[in-house]
């Protein structure tokens, strides 16, 4: 298993921006695809944002696409998500999510269900 720290939230305004960090440990991390999932109070976590093992595919919500970016630096063990333009529904705990992926396929795994590790959270808050 790899160990996940996220960092980077914040408050910030409507239209601002802010970008996460996952810093990742443990295991290979180059192995793993690695996700962005959030959640708000009072609903489900709810996947953000995939990227896999080398950085071959993204994928994205619906919801975040052309505002969300995420990237990976393999050589720092390390995730970013760029959030721009955010609304106050994007408000919620951020968490990183790891899957071992070596191979090809994870950037369609976009449930809970399908990662085993995450970190903390880190908190962001949008006001209107």
């Known amino acids: 298993q790899v160990q996940l720290v996220e960092s980077g939230g914040g408050l910030v305004q409507a239209g601002g921006s802010l970008r996460l960090s996952c810093a990742a440990s443990?295991?290979?991390?180059?192995?793993?695809?690695i996700a962005w999932f959030r959640q708000a109070p009072g609903k489900e976590r709810e996947f953000v944002a995939v990227?896999?093992?080398?950085?071959?595919?993204?994928n994205y919500a619906d919801s975040v696409k052309g505002r969300f970016t995420i990237s990976r630096d393999n050589a720092k063990s390390t995730v970013y998500l760029q959030v721009n333009s955010l609304k106050p529904e994007d408000t919620a705990l951020y968490y990183c999510?790891?899957?071992?992926?070596?191979?090809?396929?994870?950037?369609?795994?976009?449930?809970?269900?399908?990662?085993?590790?995450w970190g903390q959270g880190t908190q962001v808050t949008v006001s209107s």
């Open positions: 990227v896999t093992s080398r950085s071959t595919f993204t």
């Open positions: 999510a790891a899957r071992y992926c070596p191979a090809y396929g994870c950037q369609y795994r976009m449930k809970v269900n399908d990662y085993r590790s």
């Open positions: 443990g295991r290979t991390f180059s192995d793993y695809a």
